[in-house]
């Protein structure tokens, strides 16, 4: 494995699957009544936010925790730290602090890349504005493979806002190093134009592309895209690309509905999908704390150089 | 004085005597004991920038009138143009002449400053063209560079009115709105990496909009940094109608594409390569190499966009958007023009020299190196390779893209009406 | 192939472990609150086996698991990040039962401190015994094995080497001379 996790992009197959069985043995720690392991006992883990994640934020910290880390949560938002200078000097604080890992959470894509320029730890991306979420990726791949089995050429379904989504951009790759054939489906508007080269298919039609589909990813929808014309209204995109009763109902019995979060109920999807015994919603926060162990474990686990 | 040894254009060795400012006499062998000897360097006439930003007044930490003049002169220009944007905006007589001062009192170059079209460069009034042009900088290049004249009835006020002065707009071609929070070329790259796109048709649809005006109005349209092949086949379709429009292609966009985002030796997201327009992709610099050959493009211009360290060590979306160029500009050209085989030096000294000069319309500038004419030179080693080092470069900014390259040619010595403001490559 | 010789054959593997398992019920007075937990690779396999043997002796099927010790390594940063072994505990825990570690090879007893650790973190059994098929000496630690296969006087620079039928395809101990580190 490379020294940081910036994109899902950066893992092999073999980067992959190793995290995937990681994170499957450390499973069973959350569910014993000490669940701690002295493994990072000395490293500092830094929690570098610069935007709102409190999900994100306290997933990392209880990965980190539970490895016996020390962990260091420095959240930005607020502080006058907006522009990319504070980004470097904050680097340079955590460099002189000791850092053996940040985990960066930015609004700007690519903000892990500089960072790890100026930093000699691990860099763990977070989320970097509309790029990748590689830790999303993981922790989606994860939940479907304890659902369904090994992914190879399972059917993963793709809806929503593609064009802004770093957890589609990280899942197209990641799912793709796996072996699966994923569909993203979208309003043209929020696909990128270059989508095409994409290692995926691509479709406008959700009702096509359901009954053959193994797992159904809904992205959550940012209310502010509706301002900036990229679909008439909130009915019109949920009546075409929301996931309703009728909708699930089109679904293979055995395949399963996921989501990110946090959802908009009654938008992208309906609440009884959301809360239905196929929803992996629910077990995906928990096997996010999982997925972060057991990258923390592979990227500071070992010697560092 | 005498320049012995040199050869104009590439052509065969000769010599040329200067008195006065002026060439007296271009001849073989010639010699004196005091003579400079040129070593076979090629003869170009003096360098001349459409499109320069020299930041003062208010950037001065990126830049001055002296640092950047010191700069085109170390790339052999002896003439730039310095763009209207600085703080306070050039859009009154007064700033432009405070430029243009500054510019005589260094006397390392002559400095032109181009008017805003726009009061503050903000699109709603015109700015006092006719004052500017009449003032002691005598200002015929007008451009809100930075910021696009996106307002049609505007643009065809300011294509109108300067028709009085023979001045031409300059125009920025980027639709603001279909550019709003654009960070790179829209297509492959910008995909991958969750960058907002900046799509080529937002430069193509306002050169359209700005050829039809300016044939509509009989007026002189340039079009600033042109970016993509399809302004290169708008600017054709619009030459091909007899209509009075020139372009200008930088040296990055002959040279870069936007893989370098992704994919470089400084790392992905990188500002270094951040520049408005962006930099597009390998079929685009191809259209654009071969416009700029066959006089579709007209002139290539620098779009020196100095910035200080602290505006480019950021995360990209936060970084300023440019490149410094004037020193680098000639040897990107060699490598992307003339080691290709599309211009010979001829070629070059046209596109580099003779027709910025005269779209700028400055008759003592872009001259044949001829006797009777302003002693303008530049000579240039085209054999050298060089490694790019930008704390060598006499810019105050050191934002260049090409850090770390080797590219071909070294600029041996540049005069300015027979002057040496470069000397052996450094400055005098 | 580097200079190396058997030290024990199949049969000799199968006679130790048969011993091994009747001294555990002997030991542990008929194994009622036995659970062995084998540490990976090697260990968990030989816990297995052993489990089977008490089964075909007694009648009785004691809970075998497994103990992964990789996290509670006093080495881990001597090398890169190591794959995770398996850890299964038997369905009843191992609160108040006696542990059998098993192990391949006792040598320096970190990996058995590391395995301690660990079922510090497991549960509170009433004892702790270990058990190894090989036990080539050069402790670093006050460990001592309860049930020894085979001692076997090593040197340092030597390896020993354990191969599994259900892993490796075939059962043997091999000593490989040194110089080869």
Same mark, same amino acid.
């Given at each position: 494995?490379?020294?940081?996790?910036?994109?899902?992009?950066?893992?092999?197959?073999?980067?992959?699957?190793?995290?995937?069985?990681?994170?499957?043995?450390?499973?069973?720690?959350?569910?014993?009544?000490?669940?701690?392991?002295?493994?990072?006992?000395?490293?500092?883990?830094?929690?570098?936010?610069?935007?709102?994640?409190?999900?994100?934020?306290?997933?990392?910290?209880?990965?980190?925790?539970?490895?016996?880390?020390?962990?260091?949560?420095?959240?930005?938002?607020?502080?006058?730290?907006?522009?990319?200078?504070?980004?470097?000097?904050?680097?340079?604080?955590?460099?002189?602090?000791?850092?053996?890992?940040?985990?960066?959470?930015?609004?700007?894509?690519?903000?892990?890349?500089?960072?790890?320029?100026?930093?000699?730890?691990?860099?763990?991306?977070?989320?970097?504005?509309?790029?990748?979420?590689?830790?999303?990726?993981?922790?989606?791949?994860?939940?479907?493979?304890?659902?369904?089995?090994?992914?190879?050429?399972?059917?993963?379904?793709?809806?929503?806002?593609?064009?802004?989504?770093?957890?589609?951009?990280?899942?197209?790759?990641?799912?793709?190093?796996?072996?699966?054939?994923?569909?993203?489906?979208?309003?043209?508007?929020?696909?990128? %134009?270059?989508?095409?080269?994409?290692?995926?298919?691509?479709?406008?039609?959700?009702?096509?592309?359901?009954?053959?589909?193994?797992?159904?990813?809904?992205?959550? %929808?940012?209310?502010?895209?509706?301002?900036?014309?990229?679909?008439?209204?909130?009915?019109?995109?949920?009546?075409?690309?929301?996931?309703?009763?009728?909708?699930?109902?089109?679904?293979?019995?055995?395949?399963? %509905?996921?989501?990110?979060?946090?959802?908009?109920?009654?938008?992208?999807?309906?609440?009884?999908?959301?809360?239905?015994?196929?929803?992996?919603? %629910?077990?995906?926060?928990?096997?996010?704390?999982?997925?972060?162990?057991?990258?923390?474990?592979?990227?500071?686990?070992?010697?560092?150089? | 004085?005498?320049?012995?040894?040199?050869?104009?254009?590439?052509?065969?060795?000769?010599?040329?005597?200067?008195?006065?400012?002026?060439?007296?006499?271009?001849?073989?062998?010639?010699?004196?004991?005091?003579?400079?000897?040129?070593?076979?360097?090629?003869?170009?006439?003096?360098?001349?920038?459409?499109?320069?930003?020299?930041?003062?007044?208010?950037?001065?930490?990126?830049?001055?009138?002296?640092?950047?003049?010191?700069?085109?002169?170390?790339?052999?220009?002896?003439?730039?143009?310095?763009?209207?944007?600085?703080?306070?905006?050039?859009?009154?007589?007064?700033?432009?002449?405070?430029?243009?001062?500054?510019?005589?009192?260094?006397?390392?170059?002559?400095?032109?400053?181009?008017?805003?079209?726009?009061?503050?460069?903000?699109?709603?009034?015109?700015?006092?063209?006719?004052?500017?042009?009449?003032?002691?900088?005598?200002?015929?290049?007008?451009?809100?560079?930075?910021?696009?004249?996106?307002?049609?009835?505007?643009?065809?006020?300011?294509?109108?009115?300067?028709?009085?002065?023979?001045?031409?707009?300059?125009?920025?071609?980027?639709?603001?709105?279909?550019?709003?929070?654009?960070?790179?070329?829209?297509?492959?790259?910008?995909?991958?990496?969750?960058?907002?796109?900046?799509?080529?048709?937002?430069?193509?649809?306002?050169?359209?909009?700005?050829?039809?005006?300016?044939?509509?109005?009989?007026?002189?349209?340039?079009?600033?940094?042109?970016?993509?092949?399809?302004?290169?086949?708008?600017?054709?379709?619009?030459?091909?109608?007899?209509?009075?429009?020139?372009?200008?292609?930088?040296?990055?966009?002959?040279?870069?594409?936007?893989?370098?985002?992704?994919?470089?030796?400084?790392?992905?997201?990188?500002?270094?390569?951040?520049?408005?327009?962006?930099?597009?992709?390998?079929?685009?610099?191809?259209?654009?190499?071969?416009?700029?050959?066959?006089?579709?493009?007209?002139?290539?211009?620098?779009?020196?966009?100095?910035?200080?360290?602290?505006?480019?060590?950021?995360?990209?979306?936060?970084?300023?958007?440019?490149?410094?160029?004037?020193?680098?500009?000639?040897?990107?050209?060699?490598?992307?023009?003339?080691?290709?085989?599309?211009?010979?030096?001829?070629?070059?000294?046209?596109?580099?020299?003779?027709?910025?000069?005269?779209?700028?319309?400055?008759?003592?500038?872009?001259?044949?190196?001829?006797?009777?004419?302003?002693?303008?030179?530049?000579?240039?080693?085209?054999?050298?390779?060089?490694?790019?080092?930008?704390?060598?470069?006499?810019?105050?900014?050191?934002?260049?893209?090409?850090?770390?390259?080797?590219?071909?040619?070294?600029?041996?010595?540049?005069?300015?009406?027979?002057?040496?403001?470069?000397?052996?490559?450094?400055?005098? | 192939?580097?200079?190396?010789?058997?030290?024990?054959?199949?049969?000799?593997?199968?006679?130790?472990?048969?011993?091994?398992?009747?001294?555990?019920?002997?030991?542990?007075?008929?194994?009622?609150?036995?659970?062995?937990?084998?540490?990976?690779?090697?260990?968990?396999?030989?816990?297995?086996?052993?489990?089977?043997?008490?089964?075909?002796?007694?009648?009785?099927?004691?809970?075998?698991?497994?103990?992964?010790?990789?996290?509670?390594?006093?080495?881990?940063?001597?090398?890169?990040?190591?794959?995770?072994?398996?850890?299964?505990?038997?369905?009843?825990?191992?609160?108040?039962?006696?542990?059998?570690?098993?192990?391949?090879?006792?040598?320096?007893?970190?990996?058995?401190?590391?395995?301690?650790?660990?079922?510090?973190?497991? /549960?509170?059994?009433?004892?702790?015994?270990?058990?190894?098929?090989?036990?080539?000496?050069?402790?670093?630690?006050?460990?001592?094995?309860?049930?020894?296969?085979?001692?076997?006087?090593?040197?340092?620079?030597?390896?020993?080497?354990?191969?599994?039928?259900?892993?490796?395809?075939?059962?043997?101990?091999?000593?490989?001379? /040194?110089?080869?580190?």
């Amino acid at each position: 494995m490379k020294r940081h996790l910036i994109s899902a992009g950066d893992l092999t197959k073999d980067d992959a699957l190793l995290i995937l069985d990681t994170a499957e043995e450390l499973a069973s720690v959350s569910e014993r009544s000490i669940k701690k392991l002295p493994t990072l006992r000395g490293r500092t883990v830094v929690n570098l936010f610069f935007e709102d994640s409190t999900r994100t934020r306290i997933s990392f910290e209880a990965a980190a925790k539970r490895l016996s880390a020390d962990v260091i949560n420095f959240s930005a938002k607020g502080s006058s730290v907006s522009k990319g200078e504070s980004l470097k000097d904050t680097a340079l604080t955590l460099e002189a602090m000791g850092a053996d890992a940040v985990v960066i959470r930015h609004g700007a894509s690519g903000a892990p890349h500089r960072l790890a320029n100026w930093v000699h730890g691990s860099v763990v991306n977070a989320g970097d504005g509309t790029h990748e979420h590689p830790t999303q990726a993981l922790l989606d791949a994860f939940s479907m493979r304890r659902r369904l089995g090994a992914l190879e050429g399972r059917k993963i379904t793709i809806v929503g806002d593609v064009l802004h989504s770093r957890v589609a951009r990280s899942n197209v790759l990641l799912l793709g190093t796996l072996g699966a054939d994923v569909t993203l489906v979208a309003p043209p508007t929020l696909l990128p %134009v270059s989508v095409g080269t994409w290692p995926c298919e691509v479709s406008y039609d959700l009702d096509a592309v359901l009954p053959k589909s193994d797992v159904v990813m809904m992205l959550r %929808v940012q209310k502010e895209r509706m301002n900036a014309a990229y679909f008439p209204s909130e009915r019109e995109y949920s009546r075409r690309y929301g996931l309703d009763r009728d909708r699930f109902a089109k679904m293979p019995d055995d395949a399963i %509905v996921m989501h990110p979060g946090p959802m908009n109920r009654g938008m992208e999807i309906a609440a009884e999908v959301a809360d239905s015994a196929r929803s992996t919603i %629910v077990e995906q926060v928990a096997n996010g704390v999982t997925i972060r162990m057991a990258v923390l474990y592979l990227l500071l686990g070992g010697e560092t150089t | 004085m005498i320049i012995k040894n040199v050869r104009i254009l590439g052509g065969e060795p000769v010599s040329i005597r200067i008195a006065d400012g002026v060439i007296a006499e271009v001849a073989p062998g010639m010699d004196a004991p005091e003579a400079i000897d040129g070593g076979g360097a090629i003869a170009l006439p003096g360098l001349v920038d459409l499109h320069t930003h020299l930041r003062e007044p208010g950037r001065e930490d990126a830049e001055t009138v002296q640092t950047g003049t010191q700069s085109a002169a170390r790339g052999g220009y002896t003439a730039v143009h310095a763009m209207a944007n600085t703080s306070p905006v050039a859009d009154t007589a007064g700033v432009v002449e405070q430029v243009w001062r500054l510019g005589r009192e260094h006397g390392l170059c002559d400095v032109h400053p181009v008017g805003a079209v726009t009061v503050g460069l903000e699109g709603r009034q015109l700015a006092e063209l006719g004052a500017m042009a009449d003032s002691a900088a005598r200002v015929r290049v007008f451009s809100d560079d930075g910021k696009c004249v996106d307002d049609a009835v505007l643009m065809r006020r300011a294509l109108e009115y300067v028709k009085a002065f023979d001045g031409v707009v300059a125009q920025h071609a980027q639709e603001p709105r279909l550019t709003s929070g654009a960070q790179m070329n829209e297509g492959v790259v910008s995909g991958r990496l969750g960058l907002t796109g900046w799509p080529a048709v937002a430069e193509e649809a306002i050169i359209a909009r700005d050829c039809l005006l300016a044939a509509h109005v009989g007026s002189r349209l340039h079009v600033c940094h042109v970016s993509t092949a399809g302004s290169v086949e708008i600017i054709r379709w619009a030459k091909s109608k007899g209509w009075n429009v020139t372009a200008e292609v930088t040296p990055h966009h002959l040279l870069l594409t936007d893989d370098l985002v992704e994919e470089s030796p400084v790392g992905a997201y990188n500002p270094i390569y951040k520049v408005n327009p962006p930099l597009r992709t390998r079929a685009d610099v191809e259209a654009l190499r071969a416009a700029l050959a066959d006089g579709t493009i007209d002139i290539v211009a620098t779009d020196h966009a100095p910035h200080p360290v602290e505006d480019k060590e950021t995360e990209w979306s936060a970084a300023a958007m440019g490149m410094v160029g004037l020193e680098t500009a000639l040897s990107v050209v060699q490598e992307a023009m003339v080691e290709t085989g599309l211009l010979d030096w001829a070629g070059v000294a046209q596109r580099m020299s003779a027709l910025p000069a005269r779209i700028g319309r400055l008759p003592g500038q872009g001259r044949p190196l001829e006797a009777g004419e302003p002693a303008n030179i530049m000579l240039y080693d085209p054999s050298a390779r060089t490694k790019v080092d930008p704390s060598a470069f006499a810019s105050k900014s050191r934002n260049t893209p090409y850090e770390g390259m080797t590219l071909p040619g070294r600029v041996v010595a540049t005069f300015l009406r027979g002057r040496p403001t470069v000397l052996e490559g450094k400055l005098v | 192939m580097s200079d190396s010789r058997a030290v024990l054959e199949a049969p000799d593997i199968h006679r130790a472990l048969t011993r091994i398992a009747h001294e555990i019920l002997e030991r542990t007075k008929g194994a009622d609150d036995v659970v062995l937990l084998g540490i990976p690779t090697r260990g968990a396999t030989l816990a297995r086996r052993l489990g089977d043997r008490v089964e075909q002796f007694e009648g009785v099927k004691i809970p075998v698991g497994s103990v992964d010790i990789t996290m509670y390594r006093d080495d881990l940063r001597l090398r890169p990040a190591r794959p995770l072994g398996h850890t299964e505990l038997p369905p009843d825990g191992i609160d108040g039962k006696v542990v059998v570690l098993v192990d391949d090879v006792l040598y320096s007893g970190r990996t058995v401190r590391a395995a301690l650790d660990a079922l510090n973190d497991l /549960g509170r059994p009433t004892a702790v015994q270990l058990a190894t098929l090989v036990d080539r000496g050069h402790r670093e630690l006050p460990i001592r094995a309860d049930y020894v296969g085979k001692n076997l006087p090593t040197a340092k620079s030597e390896k020993v080497k354990v191969y599994l039928q259900e892993i490796d395809g075939r059962d043997a101990v091999v000593l490989v001379k /040194g110089g080869a580190r």
